[in-house]
């Protein structure tokens, strides 16, 4: 580092001098003649072409030459200016080389010469050791990682799009879900996840590309309650507003009790009974929190596992995340829990290892 500032004294100090050196030679030319000079000299060979002519009489002549004459002999004999080129070089070239001594010297009173280069990839490996204190660009960083090594699995591209969303990289999120959806077209819930997304670019009641994200993932599951809320949404903005409750009514009624989602439709539903129509004051979408970040899909799923077990893929799924995101330890409990589920089963298990072999 001390190399580098000096070379870079040293140059600043090479620069000045060529400039002091441009200067003075552009000091030292010999003046060039005042133009003004050539205009009166026009003038005095005009006044004797007119006067040549008989466009002009003697007395006039002699009377204009004089003037001419006095003003060319003025302008003459006014002293050229020299150029104010030398009186400061010294001056010029000790401030260049000053400036990057000062700065060195500056920057080994408060900063770090001593601090090691710090390599992007160095920073990724220790970001992905202690995943838990990552804010949403770090983390972001490293699930492109994850998702580099392993280009077949849906999973690190889900959280991913998840963490481009918090860091405030919409565009980031949409491409990531896009590219998943890529390698699993028929997965309802990525779908889901890019009508959302959609719907968060263009507001609250959505976007044609939105509503026909979640016309979609509908096809594909239609007791999916992501799709069905935003379509009878989407419903109820283009005018029928009956249609979207009653939509709403049958989501709620398949929602469970305890679902935290039941009681905040709930609630639309009753402001929508109440006005007539959608409530034309939306509130800011809900921000999702660090831990939820990092693992809101995979809990959901170990949660909707440990209510209903019987379900192949999704234990499948859960291994798989927990891989993903490094957890060996839930990974091998997954595991065990899945194999004595379907040590019985080998359809089921077949399920189960087909649903893991994404991630291979």
């Known amino acids: 580092m001390i190399v580098f500032w000096v070379a870079a004294a040293l140059l600043s100090v090479a620069v000045a001098v060529l400039i002091v050196l441009r200067a003075a030679r552009a000091a030292d030319r010999p003046p060039v003649e005042d133009p003004t000079l050539a205009v009166y000299r026009r003038q005095l060979s005009e006044i004797d072409d007119l006067a040549d002519r008989g466009l002009l009489v003697q007395a006039e002549r002699r009377s204009a030459r004089t003037e001419a004459a006095r003003r060319l002999l003025a302008v003459a004999d006014a002293p050229a200016p020299k150029p104010d080129g030398g009186r400061n070089r010294l001056l010029v070239i000790a401030l260049a080389g000053a400036a990057p001594l000062i700065a060195l010297l500056v920057y080994l009173a408060v900063g770090s010469p001593q601090t090691p280069d710090q390599p992007f990839a160095a920073r990724l490996k220790a970001w992905r050791d202690a995943p838990d204190n990552l804010d949403p660009q770090r983390m972001a960083a490293v699930l492109q990682q994850v998702a580099a090594e392993h280009p077949r699995d849906t999973e690190p591209l889900v959280y991913l799009s998840r963490a481009d969303l918090a860091a405030g990289d919409v565009v980031g999120a949409e491409a990531a879900v896009r590219k998943a959806i890529t390698l ?132 499948g799924r859960l291994i798989r995340s927990y891989g993903v995101l490094g957890d060996e330890p839930k990974r091998q409990a997954a595991l065990a829990r899945a194999q004595a589920l379907f040590k019985d089963h080998p359809d089921a298990w077949k399920q189960v290892q087909d649903a893991m072999a994404n991630a291979q």
């Open 184 to 315: 699993q077209p028929t997965d309802a819930d990525l779908w889901g996840s890019l009508g959302e997304i959609l719907t968060g670019k263009a507001g609250r009641d959505g976007s044609p590309d939105a509503v026909a994200a979640f016309q979609h993932a509908a096809a594909l599951d239609p007791k999916a309650p992501g799709p069905r809320y935003y379509l009878a949404r989407a419903q109820m903005a283009g005018g029928d507003v009956q249609g979207g409750l009653k939509a709403w009514r049958a989501l709620e009624g398949d929602l469970p009790v305890n679902d935290p989602r039941h009681a905040v439709l709930a609630q639309q539903i009753a402001a929508v009974e109440k006005l007539g129509a959608l409530p034309s004051a939306q509130g800011p979408a809900p921000q999702v929190d660090q831990q939820a970040l990092i693992g809101a899909m995979v809990a959901r799923l170990a949660a909707q596992l440990a209510m209903q077990p019987d379900n192949p893929q999704g234990w």
